[in-house]
């Protein structure tokens, strides 16, 4: 694995690429992990809200096209709107929501797309990768906020195919984030992930291992639930005097009891990933986050006790890191797709009349 350059001292809004600038991009940032279920969705948009939450314009794509998650994280969003007097030099509008500029394949109109939400999106992995470029190509960021965005996040699919193949050839990538569970099974599939990065030469900045504890807490119900449950055991005369306990237990307001933490997947491998990482990226840094109801969909944008302080750490961490690295003009060549025409920006009405008129391709 070959070290990554560090370049120090550039400004946050510094860009060199000419790619970048007509984006309205400064810096990219991909979540990323190789196995699938392990809360890249869920790490990349509350990532994206605590780098908001340090004043930064922030973008995000939803690069997953099969089965993209941004429509069901964000609230109600309108369709991108594709009349050509709201294009901007071609390019589609984000949408806005929680102070962020975002773009999913699920927001665009079904009526012009192959996708619809209640039926499964049947595409080649070659056209999976031709719309996750077109949308991060095809999209003016900076234009709904009037100036372009510090960060842009990519949430990217599971796996090292072509998705991520083109995306990491079609425009520069500065950093990226990995994201694992403490599982035998995300580890052998997280560190071929690290392994890609690393051959095209995209620093990883940091490692987050989701799932790594439960935190135990006994309700008055679950109390009284699991009594109930033991009385058959019971000797007769215990059992009457348990069954009293319980009653008078049901009649009172108690709060939780916390008893302690639990690891419902395993021993963490966050040290093993660290130690992958740390050969091509020596600031390479772990966190770690609990398996919590604040991580659900309908509750993921709202902040949460159990990780906002972990998501302002690791916020803070990026972002010092993103300020060290100057934006390259080009990657390197070595994960071609072969086709170069996927990773070229095309008109949208030319390019959804091909996709909706897809079969099976």
């Known amino acids: 694995l070959r070290p990554c350059v560090v370049t120090k001292g550039v400004p946050a809004w510094s860009c060199n690429s000419s790619l970048m600038h007509a984006l309205g991009v400064a810096r990219t940032l991909a979540v990323s992990s190789c196995k699938g279920g392990v809360g890249k969705s869920s790490v990349a948009l509350r990532l994206a809200l605590a780098l908001r939450d340090r004043g930064l314009q922030v973008g995000l794509v939803d690069a997953d096209v099969h089965g993209p998650s941004l429509p069901a994280m964000l609230p109600p969003l309108d369709c991108v ?27 665009f109109p079904q009526k012009r797309t192959h996708y619809k939400d209640s039926e499964a999106t049947v595409l080649r992995g070659q056209w999976a990768a031709r719309i996750a470029v077109q949308m ?46 403490p599982s035998p099974l995300a580890l052998c599939d997280v560190k071929k992930g690290i ?107 709202k902040q949460g006790r159990c990780s906002e302080n972990t998501f302002a750490l690791l916020a803070e961490h990026v972002h010092k890191q993103l300020l060290q690295f100057q934006v390259v003009a080009q990657q390197k060549n070595s994960l071609a797709t072969g086709d170069p025409s996927i990773m070229q920006f095309q008109s949208w009405p030319r390019f959804l009349y091909r996709i909706k008129h897809l079969h099976y391709a």
């Open 81 to 107: 709107c594709l009349k050509p007097n709201n294009l901007v030099d071609g390019r589609v509008r984000p949408l806005k929501a929680l102070g962020l500029e975002c773009i999913s394949w699920g927001f």
């Open 136 to 181: 991060a190509l095809g999209t003016q960021w900076g234009s709904a906020a009037g100036r372009p965005v510090d960060v842009l996040l990519f949430d990217m699919p599971p796996g090292t195919s072509d998705v991520q193949m083109s995306l990491l050839n079609s425009l520069p990538l500065t950093a990226a984030v990995t994201v694992s569970t």
């Open 195 to 301: 392994e890609m990065l690393a051959q095209v030469g995209v620093p990883l900045v940091a490692l987050v291992e989701n799932f790594a504890w439960l935190e135990a807490n006994v309700t008055q119900t679950n109390v009284c639930t699991a009594l109930q449950q033991w009385l058959p055991y019971m000797p007769h005369d215990k059992a009457a005097d348990v069954q009293q306990v319980i009653e008078q237990i049901s009649r009172l307001s108690l709060p939780d009891v916390h008893t302690g933490k639990l690891i419902p997947f395993g021993e963490s491998t966050l040290t093993d990933l660290l130690d992958l990482a740390r050969q091509s990226f020596s600031l390479a840094q772990g966190f770690r986050l609990p398996l919590t109801s604040e991580m659900a969909a309908t509750t993921l944008n």
